[in-house]
Protein backbone atom coordinates (compact mmCIF):
# COMPACT_ATOMS: atom_id res chain seq x y z
CA UNK A 1 0.00 0.00 0.00
CA UNK A 2 1.62 3.22 -0.72
CA UNK A 3 1.98 5.85 1.75
CA UNK A 4 2.48 9.96 1.19
CA UNK A 5 4.77 11.97 3.32
CA UNK A 6 3.71 15.58 3.88
CA UNK A 7 6.01 18.46 4.76
CA UNK A 8 4.63 21.29 5.74
CA UNK A 9 7.33 24.18 5.66
CA UNK A 10 7.63 27.91 6.45
CA UNK A 11 11.30 28.95 4.85
CA UNK A 12 13.37 31.59 6.70
CA UNK A 13 16.26 30.49 3.97
CA UNK A 14 15.15 29.46 0.64
CA UNK A 15 18.40 29.97 -1.02
CA UNK A 16 19.92 27.98 1.41
CA UNK A 17 17.14 25.77 1.69
CA UNK A 18 17.64 24.52 -2.61
CA UNK A 19 21.05 23.16 -1.25
CA UNK A 20 18.80 20.70 0.58
CA UNK A 21 16.56 19.94 -1.79
CA UNK A 22 19.57 19.04 -4.41
CA UNK A 23 21.46 17.42 -2.18
CA UNK A 24 18.09 15.08 -0.92
CA UNK A 25 17.18 14.12 -4.58
CA UNK A 26 19.42 11.42 -5.09
CA UNK A 27 18.72 9.35 -1.31
CA UNK A 28 14.46 10.18 -2.29
CA UNK A 29 15.32 7.99 -5.66
CA UNK A 30 17.02 4.93 -3.84
CA UNK A 31 14.36 4.57 -1.31
CA UNK A 32 11.61 4.67 -4.28
CA UNK A 33 10.21 7.77 -3.14
CA UNK A 34 8.38 10.31 -5.51
CA UNK A 35 8.18 13.81 -5.41
CA UNK A 36 3.97 14.36 -6.56
CA UNK A 37 3.40 18.15 -5.91
CA UNK A 38 4.31 21.10 -4.25
CA UNK A 39 3.19 24.80 -3.56
CA UNK A 40 2.69 27.82 -1.58
CA UNK A 41 0.01 28.31 0.70
CA UNK A 42 -3.28 29.62 -1.29
CA UNK A 43 -5.70 30.23 1.55
CA UNK A 44 -6.82 27.89 5.36
CA UNK A 45 -10.49 27.69 4.24
CA UNK A 46 -10.92 26.36 7.92
CA UNK A 47 -8.52 25.34 11.47
CA UNK A 48 -5.24 26.81 11.56
CA UNK A 49 -2.29 26.38 9.82
CA UNK A 50 1.11 28.16 11.07
CA UNK A 51 3.45 26.95 7.87
CA UNK A 52 3.08 28.31 3.95
CA UNK A 53 4.24 25.45 2.12
CA UNK A 54 3.42 22.12 1.27
CA UNK A 55 5.28 19.06 -0.82
CA UNK A 56 3.97 15.68 -0.74
CA UNK A 57 5.71 12.86 -1.78
CA UNK A 58 4.53 9.23 -2.14
CA UNK A 59 6.06 5.60 -1.64
CA UNK A 60 5.48 2.45 -2.07
CA UNK A 61 4.82 1.66 1.44
CA UNK A 62 5.36 3.27 4.97
CA UNK A 63 8.42 1.08 5.50
CA UNK A 64 9.81 2.65 2.64
CA UNK A 65 9.21 6.45 3.93
CA UNK A 66 10.80 5.28 7.31
CA UNK A 67 13.64 3.51 5.55
CA UNK A 68 14.10 6.62 3.45
CA UNK A 69 13.88 8.92 6.65
CA UNK A 70 16.23 7.30 8.78
CA UNK A 71 19.04 6.34 5.85
CA UNK A 72 22.45 7.36 6.24
CA UNK A 73 22.09 9.04 2.70
CA UNK A 74 19.56 11.09 3.79
CA UNK A 75 20.60 11.98 7.23
CA UNK A 76 24.21 12.54 5.79
CA UNK A 77 22.08 15.37 3.32
CA UNK A 78 19.49 16.37 6.12
CA UNK A 79 21.47 18.79 7.94
CA UNK A 80 21.80 21.38 5.02
CA UNK A 81 17.93 22.44 6.30
CA UNK A 82 18.91 23.63 9.39
CA UNK A 83 18.11 26.62 10.35
CA UNK A 84 16.67 27.17 7.21
CA UNK A 85 12.85 27.04 8.41
CA UNK A 86 9.94 25.23 10.39
CA UNK A 87 9.01 21.74 9.13
CA UNK A 88 6.62 19.20 10.67
CA UNK A 89 7.34 15.94 8.31
CA UNK A 90 3.66 13.72 8.69
CA UNK A 91 3.53 10.26 7.11
CA UNK A 92 -0.41 9.17 6.03
CA UNK A 93 -1.60 6.30 5.19
CA UNK A 94 -4.46 6.21 2.46
CA UNK A 95 -7.73 4.54 3.37
Given at each position: MSAF???HSKLTKPEI???YVVAS???LKL???TYLLGGELNEVLEGR???NRTVIFQFPS???AKR???S???QSVKHLRDNTGEFDFVLVDPF
Open positions: LIVFQQEDSYEGHDKPEHWYSKEY
